[in-house]
């Protein structure tokens, strides 16, 4: 059992990484195996404000729903920002999803005024402006546009995740690919993690009766309530990212199996492939004949079947049986519907 002196420090050092609540402290002591109550807890966070630290002071910020927010401040002494810094943010930002960025221009607007006037001394704004800020841009290919009312609940959705609280899910529109249609709503759902893919926002819950892992396009969603129920998200993060990892996205699966993927790619194909990010398990392999063997262990989905037709006669499905049969239906229906349409 750490003395108070060594408990005190390991919270001065995680507020100093980022700001924290009591409840994300909380999950973060017990995570840790810090053995102090809730009330202790508190004191030390109240008294941690008025300690002398040698680059900054702890204060706390009174936010949305009453709730106390504890954080570091630093002192103007904290270190400026250098070229790469500064090139880097320029980067974050314009290369971020026109889908947020769209909608969220004046609140980025607000932290480059922000960043400017705590870092005049690194020439903050020559960097940001001696560069056309079209010159690095992403396409947006793909991208959803999301509402006001979709910007509106992922802002409620991502408060809801801080404070680690459950959601009641009362209404979901039922045509998006990665929704379960047979679910009977209402749910309670604890929410894991929002992840942007292929263009959309989307976010991962946990069915709270069975963990049985959800996946949402964010303008699926259509009507939720915060709960007041704290639940512990580091108690469910080993269960979540092993369901998450069977996926390949986030579309479901068809069972609960899981598979050794085995795909055989052209030279040209598998050289492009093999350098790219898919999914936490792949293993790629050149043979001697230049062609490449990718490797996955997950579930079989819609949307490994698409990625897989997509490469069309540069791919052979070397197993499992049932993605050969997906590919063979697939190849039918598409088939028939460009048959039908010469005829």
């Known amino acids: 059992m750490l003395d108070k002196l060594s408990a005190i420090t390991r919270i001065i050092e995680k507020i100093k990484r980022f700001p924290v609540t009591f409840e994300s402290m909380r999950d973060w002591i017990r995570y840790e195996n810090i053995e102090i109550s809730d009330r202790t807890l508190y004191r030390y966070l109240e008294e941690i404000k008025n300690l002398p630290l040698n680059d900054g002071r702890i204060i706390t910020i009174d936010g949305d729903y009453n709730k106390k927010t504890w954080k570091f401040e630093y002192?103007?002494?904290?270190?400026?920002?250098?070229?790469?810094?500064?090139?880097?943010?320029?980067?974050?930002?314009?290369?971020?999803?026109?889908?947020?960025?769209?909608?969220?221009?004046?609140?980025?607007?607000?932290?480059?005024?922000?960043?400017?006037?705590?870092?005049?001394?690194?020439?903050?704004?020559?960097h940001m402006q001696s560069m056309p800020q079209a010159q690095i841009k992403t396409s947006s290919f793909n991208e959803y546009v999301y509402s006001e009312t979709e910007q509106h609940n992922?802002?409620?959705?991502?408060?809801?995740?801080?404070?680690?609280?459950?959601?009641?899910?009362?209404?979901?529109?039922?045509?998006?690919?990665?929704?379960?249609s047979q679910m009977k709503l209402p749910v309670i759902?604890?929410?894991?993690?929002?992840?942007?893919?292929?263009?959309?926002?989307?976010?991962?819950l946990l069915i709270e009766s069975s963990l049985?892992?959800?996946?949402?396009?964010?303008?699926?969603?259509?009507?939720?309530?915060?709960l007041e129920n704290i639940f512990s998200i580091q108690k469910y993060m080993d269960h979540f990212y092993a369901e998450a990892n069977k996926r390949f996205g986030v579309a479901p699966n068809f069972d609960h199996e899981l598979y050794e993927i085995k795909l055989e790619f052209n030279n040209?194909?598998?050289?492009?492939?093999?350098?790219?990010?898919?999914?936490?398990?792949?293993?790629?392999?050149?043979?001697?004949?230049?062609?490449?063997?990718?490797?996955?262990?997950?579930?079989?989905?819609?949307?490994?079947?698409?990625?897989?037709?997509?490469?069309?006669?540069?791919?052979?499905?070397?197993?499992?049986?049932?993605?050969?049969?997906?590919l063979k239906e697939k190849l039918v229906t598409m088939m028939d519907t460009y048959l039908n349409l010469t005829q």
């Open 75 to 126: 002192d103007k002494s904290a270190h400026e920002f250098g070229e790469s810094d500064i090139k880097s943010f320029l980067l974050l930002k314009n290369l971020a999803p026109c889908a947020l960025t769209q909608k969220r221009q004046g609140s980025i607007e607000k932290i480059e005024e922000v960043l400017f006037k705590a870092q005049s001394k690194s020439k903050f704004e020559y």
């Open 154 to 180: 992922l802002d409620t959705l991502i408060w809801a995740m801080q404070h680690s609280r459950k959601l009641k899910i009362m209404q979901v529109d039922v045509n998006t690919k990665t929704t379960n």
């Open 189 to 204: 759902m604890m929410p894991m993690q929002i992840l942007y893919h292929n263009g959309s926002i989307y976010i991962l």
């Open 212 to 226: 049985e892992l959800m996946i949402y396009d964010l303008s699926a969603i259509k009507q939720f309530d915060i």
């Open 268 to 326: 040209s194909a598998g050289s492009y492939i093999s350098n790219r990010f898919w999914h936490c398990t792949q293993r790629f392999g050149q043979m001697s004949s230049g062609k490449w063997e990718m490797c996955m262990n997950l579930g079989i989905n819609a949307e490994l079947v698409d990625w897989i037709f997509g490469w069309g006669n540069q791919v052979k499905v070397l197993g499992p049986e049932l993605l050969q049969q997906k």
